[in-house]
């Protein structure tokens, strides 16, 4: 039976509408890190290389060179961790320019791709679809552990009031944010998708 995020790993990528703790395991990424405005066209270019190297590996049966335990599987979402630059940090003013934006764009991959299985996707991809950034992207076990999360529904520019909403639920819950990082899954394509449609995990570390 094909393994599909969206019913079988529901917990972690269909959450409620209003905020929630959850436990996050240990999963693994292609990742890739960059800086600046993700409206400007270099942005597509990252997910172009990820995505490009989650087919690979989806694909690799076809391919001739599928690894052990392989099972067919729905493509994992894209996902972000969003933070500040330090200049941006020093001189907060309550409005975040969005140059200076630092992130880290990454898709989730099956538990089948070993370390060695990722690379070895890795250089494939580079001779059928050379592009520069292959050389910045990493394949990489993350455990989010204990976070707050909640659904959003909307445009991008209108995620501060469920973060609200968040932070609001995590006092309460009497626990901290660890950072003021974030994560965020894009269950909609915004190519596709009218920004009111948008449907977006948010998600932050918490600890007690």
Partial sequence: MKYDWKKDD?????????PETIVMPEFR???????????DDFFAEYIGVLYSLSYAVKMSPKQGFAPKDYFDYTVFP??????IDDDAKNNFNGIIDKNSLVFKLMIRQPGFVTNDFALESI?????KKPHV??????????????CVQMLHSG???NEPVSF???????????LKRTSHRHREIYLS???KVPAEKLKTVLRFQVKP
């Fill in 10 to 18: 529901k917990q972690y990528y269909l959450p409620k509408v209003r």
């Fill in 29 to 39: 990424f292609f990742s890739i890190e960059g800086k600046g405005n993700p409206n």
């Fill in 78 to 83: 894209l996902e972000g961790v969003w933070d």
């Fill in 123 to 127: 250089e494939r991809t580079k001779k």
């Fill in 133 to 146: 950034l292959l050389n910045n992207v990493k394949f990489e076990a993350i455990e989010e552990g204990l």
């Fill in 155 to 157: 445009s991008y520019d």
């Fill in 164 to 174: 609200k909403m968040m932070e609001e639920f995590t006092t309460l819950e009497n």
């Fill in 189 to 191: 394509d915004a190519r």
